[in-house]
C-alpha cells in the first residue's frame, strides 16, 4: 500500500510551540502582556514579509531582537541589553502546546516520519524543541536559513522537498497560520490547517485539504491510520 | 542652482487619502465600522506582501475585494455581491487627508513635480484623485501593476526610477507607513516618512531620511523653499 507521506512538515512557533506562553517572560515588565506579545510577534512576522519582499535578509534572531525593540518602543517599555537578551532568549524556551506531543508520538506510532519548517533558525529551533521535550520526535528539522527566504516563499518550502529529492505533494504541511498554510498549498504540498482560533478561512490562494481545530483531529481527520 | 528633487512621489491609499474615512461606507453593515475597516486594510496589505512573496500577483482592486470578503466573514457580517461591489468602489471616492491639497499646492508653486507610486491599479487611483479634488495637482500616477510585484519589493519602486531614467535619490517619496518609508529607502530613494500617527520608527531597515508628522510639514521640514 503507498505510504501516506513521505513526511509530515509542522511548523513550529505558533503552531508546535505556544507564542502566546511568552506572556510568562514579558509579564516582568509590563501590565500587559499578551497585548505586547501580539505585538511583538505581528512585528517579527512583518519584518519577515519585508525582508523577503525588500531581498534584505537577516536571520530570524535577528528579527525578533528587533522586533522586540519595536514592540518596547511602542508599549513604553525600557529595557536593557541583559533584558532584551533574556527575552529574545525566551524564544529557546517556549511552551509547547498541549496537543503537540500526543499528535507527533501517534505519527510516528503509524511510521511516518515528523519534521518540522520553521522561518526560524535551526540553532534556536532544536534547542525549542528540546526545551519543549518534542526534540526525540522530530526526525529533521529543516529552517527557510538555508535559502534566506522566508515562508510563504516558494524557495522556503523548497528547501525540505529539495532534502528529500521528492514533489512538494509527497509531504503534507501542518501549520497554525493561515498565510502560512496559503503558502504551502501554492507550493503544491498537502495542508492540513489546524485553526486553533477558529480565524475565517483565508481568501486568496489556495485552500489548505483539511482543516483542522486543534492537532488532537490531526490523526483521526487525515484517515491516516487506515493507509499504514 | 541644483533642483531638489527630479519628482515628490507620494503614496496613495493612507497618506493623501484616508483610509479611516471608509468607516462611512462601512457604518451601514456592522456597528463597529471602525474594526471593520482596520481588519479589511490589514488584510488587504497582508496579502499584497503574500502575493510578492509567493509569486502569485493578482491587481489590487481584486484583494481589495478578497480582504473585504474575510473582513466580513472574521466579524459576522453578510453581504450580498452588490454591497459587495459597492464597498470595494469606496475606495475610488475616498476621503483626503485635510493637509494633502495644501502640501501639493505649494510644491507645485515651487516648481516640484508631484507623482504617485501606489499598490493600487492606474484606474482606481486615478478616479480617487480625482473625486479627491487632487487629480490636476498629480504629475503621473506610476503602479506596481506594470511590474506585478507590490511595495516594498525594490522593482516596484524602481517602476519610478525607470520611468525618469534616473538615479532612486533623484526622487524624494513621501509615505505614511513605515514599511513603505523602509522599502523606498532600501532601495536608495530619499524618504520622507509622515508619521501620521505617532507610530515608532521601524527597527529594520534603512531609516527614513525625514521624519514629520503630518504634510503641512513637508516644505518647512525639508527645506525645500531655499533651494527654489
Redesign the interface.
Known amino acids: 500500500m503507498a505510504e501516506f507521506a513521505k513526511a509530515f512538515v509542522f511548523d513550529l512557533f505558533g503552531t508546535l510551540l505556544d507564542v502566546a506562553s511568552l506572556r510568562t517572560a514579558v509579564a516582568e515588565f509590563t501590565s500587559e502582556p499578551d497585548a505586547f506579545v501580539a505585538i511583538w510577534r505581528q512585528k517579527q512576522l ?2 519577515a ?8 535578509y ?1 536571520d530570524f534572531d535577528a ?1 525578533t531582537a ?2 522586540l ?2 514592540a518596547a ?2 508599549t513604553g517599555v525600557t529595557l536593557d541589553p541583559d533584558q532584551q537578551r533574556s527575552l529574545v532568549r525566551a524564544w529557546n524556551v517556549m511552551a509547547p502546546f498541549a496537543d503537540a506531543k500526543a499528535c507527533l508520538t501517534e505519527l510516528r506510532a503509524a511510521d511516518i516520519a515528523c519534521d518540522v519548517l520553521t522561518n526560524s533558525t535551526v540553532r534556536t529551533s532544536m534547542e525549542a524543541l528540546d526545551h519543549a521535550g518534542l526534540a526525540a520526535l522530530i526526525d529533521t528539522v529543516h529552517s527557510v536559513d538555508e535559502v534566506r ?6 524557495r522556503a518550502y523548497g528547501v525540505v522537498s529539495a532534502s528529500y529529492r521528492c514533489a512538494p505533494d509527497e509531504f503534507v504541511f501542518v501549520t497554525c497560520n493561515g ?1 502560512d498554510a ?2 504551502a498549498a ?1 507550493f503544491g504540498m498537502r495542508v492540513a490547517w489546524c485553526n486553533r482560533l477558529g ?7 489556495k485552500a489548505p485539504t483539511w482543516t483542522v481545530s486543534s492537532l488532537t483531529e490531526l490523526v483521526p481527520a487525515l484517515g491516516i491510520l487506515a493507509h499504514t
Chains 1, 2 share one sequence.
Open positions: 512583518g519584518y514579509f519585508a525582508a523577503t519582499s525588500m531581498g534584505c537577516e528579527l528587533r522586533a525593540e519595536y518602543r511602542n527566504l522566508y515562508k510563504p516563499s516558494p498565510w496559503t503558502g501554492e480565524a475565517p478561512q483565508e481568501t486568496f490562494g
